[in-house]
Every structure is written in C-alpha cells, then in structure tokens.
C-alpha cells in the first residue's frame, strides 16, 4: 500500500538578525538628531508551540537623545502579540540602548504569514521590518509502514514542542517529553534539533530533513498526519488490513469501521462500507458504541457494553494534500484506509 504524505504548518519564527535603523527628518543635513537601531532577536529561530518571548534592543546612534519613542507588533491571524504597542519610557541617550521584550503567543489558528516591527520617534521616520513564520517540525506527527515477514508495521515521530520529541508510535493519546526517556533505538523521547534555513534535522542522532511532503530520516521516509482537535466529528468508513506470516502459511485479518457525524461508531470484522447506523444495534454490544475526541489527540471509544478504549488519532491526507478521513485514519499503530485511497478495493 502507498503512503500519501501531507504538510502541516507547525511554525518557527525565523528571527534572523532584524536590523532597523530609525533615519532622521530631512530637516537638517548638519544635525542627524536621531539615529534609532532596532535589533530583533535571538538570532535563532523560535518555535511557536507555546507563548514565546522575543527580545528587542533600541539603540540610539544619533547625536542628540531620543524621546517618545514606541514599537508596534503586528501579527498574522493565529498569533497574539503581547503588547501590541508600547512606549519606551524616558529618553534614550546618545550611544545608549533600551532593551523590551514582547510575547508571541499561537491562537490555536493556522498562524502564517509575516510579524512587522515598526519603531517610531519624535522627529524620526517610522521604519518597519518584517520577518517571517516559517514551517518547523515542533507540534507535528509524521509516520511510516515497513513490510517485515509479510506483516506491515507502522512507526511514527510526534514532535513535542521545539526540543523533544517522541519516537515510536504514541499509544492512547499524544505524550508529553521533558526528558531522554527513550533506550537505543527504543521507543521514547528524545532530543532533536531543526535548522530552518536549510532544513535540516537532527532527532535522536538520526540526521536528516524536513521535507515539502514530510521528513526524511537516515533514507527513511515519513508522511504526515494531521493530529484532530477536541469535539471533532468524522462521516467515514474504513478498513484495517493486514497479515501475517509467508503464503502459503499466512493468515490475513481486515477489521471495519464506521464513524458518524453524531458520534457513534461500528467496529469489528463483521462491519463493512454497506453498515449504516440503523443496523449497529443488531451487532453485539462489543462492536459497537459512541464515540469522542478529546484533548491530546485522543479518541475515545465507549462500547455498548460499557468497555472504554482510548487511542490516538490522526487523519492521513487525501488527494487534494488536506486532511482526509474518507482517504484515512491511524489509529495507534494501525492505518485505516478508507474509499477515497483505493487501498483494498
């Protein structure tokens, strides 16, 4: 079965050395008063997968000292600035620098496009520098199959935040990585670091790059799945299929399942694409029940019969690159394909 991978904006601001310098009014060839440096940092880039501060210095190159002096912040929709505009209080003396700080902070929204410095002054043109979002791994969930004795496996990267992230396949909800927890190639968290400018990417020692369609580790390559937010609802049927062992000595198992709108489900080897919801009563109360997504990726399945399971969920990409549950579902470590992928038909 072929793998269809997809992009997903989880942004890093790329702060690279922002530079401004605040020119005086063509007042005066002879007295250049003010001559304003703004300077954005830190150099490296920042991950957006939480609230995060950047720095920003004014200094005053000018010959006179600097008044009323303010810096605005504007930010693309899915990112809140922290103060929006402020002053820099007092005056600012000749070879001298004032230090702020302004907190950047993700909505939940797709955050893209620019945020814009803009530094003004009493006798000084406004001056404005703009720099960019730029894609990043952190936030993210990516995977793969490997065929190994007639069985497919299924791994995966769940990039945590900006530091950490998690190798294997997160079982029963998405993790939280503070430390190295993983032993050897082991499943667990581990380090990483990503290099916005060439993409490079370097996790648990493995070396490689943040793709346009994926990422691509040691030769390995890895799609990605879209991570559902809490109170999603799907209208999807899909097939998990697999086997086992070398023909002639092999066996293969196929499991159905059946997502609502309202939040029920149908779920075992006897429900297929032809099982609508009026029938799940006819099945056994432990191949059927409602369904809820919650926080951390969580899907949780309570049966009819009062047994709960709880796995992470993700939606493969369709064939329009976006998000789609009719192509695909992962669900833990197994890959439902739906009638949108042709997988089984």
């Known amino acids: 079965m072929s793998l269809t991978t997809i992009r997903r904006p989880a942004l890093a601001l790329g702060l690279a050395a922002a530079t401004i310098a605040l020119a005086p009014l063509a007042a005066s060839a002879a007295a250049p008063a003010h001559r304003l440096q703004l300077t ?6 920042l991950a957006l997968t939480g609230p995060t501060t950047v720095t920003v210095k004014v200094a005053n190159r000018g010959s006179r000292p600097a008044a009323k002096v ?27 620098a004032r230090t702020v700080r302004v907190r950047l902070t993700p909505t939940g929204a797709a955050a893209v496009g620019p945020v814009t410095f803009t530094l003004t002054g009493r ?12 894609e990043g791994p952190a936030g993210r969930y990516f995977w793969t199959t490997t065929l190994v004795v007639g069985t497919t496996t299924m791994d995966a990267y769940y990039f945590v935040d900006g530091r950490w992230a998690y190798r294997g396949v997160p079982e029963g909800g998405l993790p939280s990585c503070t430390a190295q927890t993983a032993v050897g190639d082991g499943d667990g968290c581990v380090p990483y670091t990503y290099d916005p400018a060439s993409g490079a990417l370097v996790v648990g020692g493995k070396s490689g790059k943040l793709e346009a369609d994926g990422i691509d580790l040691d030769g390995d390559a890895f799609g990605e799945a879209i991570l559902a937010p809490a109170g999603t ?21 196929s499991v159905g399942l059946v997502l609502t709108p309202d939040g029920q489900f149908a779920r075992s080897s006897a429900v297929s694409g032809t099982t609508y919801e009026s029938s799940f009563a006819v099945l056994p109360p432990d191949q059927h029940g409602s369904y809820t997504v919650d926080a ?21 990409l369709g064939r329009a690159d976006t998000p789609d549950p009719t192509y695909g579902l992962l669900l833990d470590d197994s890959a439902y394909f739906g009638p949108s992928s042709d997988v089984g038909s």
Request: charged share 15%; net charge positive; with cysteine.
């Open 123 to 134: 006798g000084a043109k406004h001056v404005t520098r703009t720099v960019k979002l730029v």
């Open 70 to 96: 303010r810096l605005a912040v504007r930010a693309a929709a899915g990112v809140t600035v922290t103060p929006a505009s402020q002053s820099l209080h007092g005056t600012i003396r000749v070879h001298k």
């Open 296 to 316: 951390r990726g969580r899907i949780r399945f309570t049966y009819a019969d009062g047994h709960v399971v709880t796995e992470t969920v993700a939606t493969m």
């Open 233 to 253: 609802r799907y209208d999807t049927n899909a097939q998990y299929i697999n086997g086992f062992g070398i023909c002639p000595y092999c066996s293969f198992v």
């Open 40 to 45: 954005v940092g830190p150099i490296a880039p």
